[in-house]
Nanobody, 126 residues
Framework: QVQLVESGGGLVQAGGSLRVSCAASRRPLDRYAMGWFRQAPGKEREFVAAINWAGDSTRYADSMKGRFTISRDNAKNTVYLQMNSLKPEDTAVYHC???????????????????WGQGTQVTVSS
């Protein structure tokens, strides 16, 4: 089974940018649909963005559209989340997730995914 490790989180001021990465090991990512989710203290895990295995189809939560961009480099076995115009309410632990599906597509439910990384903390100061 693929193993996922996130990196690139940190502290950034409101309005700033950050790119988090999700590196896969044990298996190649090129047939996995991928997603980013986040969880703030006291809140449920929520969908951020998703991408299909080919990298040519994406989906975003409404509050992230126009600010966040998900991408992938299958040759590097890595998925990225570029976050711009960050707001304090974006503060959360960001997790990447992976799943092999019989039907190629993008998936936005936590229940769609069966493999998760440990997360990386993103803190946006006001």
């Amino acid at each position: 089974q693929v193993q996922l490790v996130e990196s690139g989180g940190g502290l950034v001021q409101a309005g700033g940018s950050l790119r988090v990465s999700c590196a896969a090991s044990r298996r190649p990512l090129d047939r996995y649909a991928m997603g980013w989710f986040r969880q703030a203290p006291g809140k449920e895990r929520e969908f951020v963005a998703a991408i299909n295995w080919a990298g040519d189809s994406t989906r975003y939560a409404d509050s992230m559209k126009g600010r966040f961009t998900i991408s992938r480099d299958n040759a590097k076995n890595t998925v990225y989340l570029q976050m711009n115009s960050l707001k304090p309410e974006d503060t959360a632990v960001y997790h990447c997730a992976a799943v092999l599906k019989a039907i190629e597509g993008v998936y936005s439910l936590t229940s769609d995914y069966d493999t998760w990384g440990q997360g990386t903390q993103v803190t946006v100061s006001s």
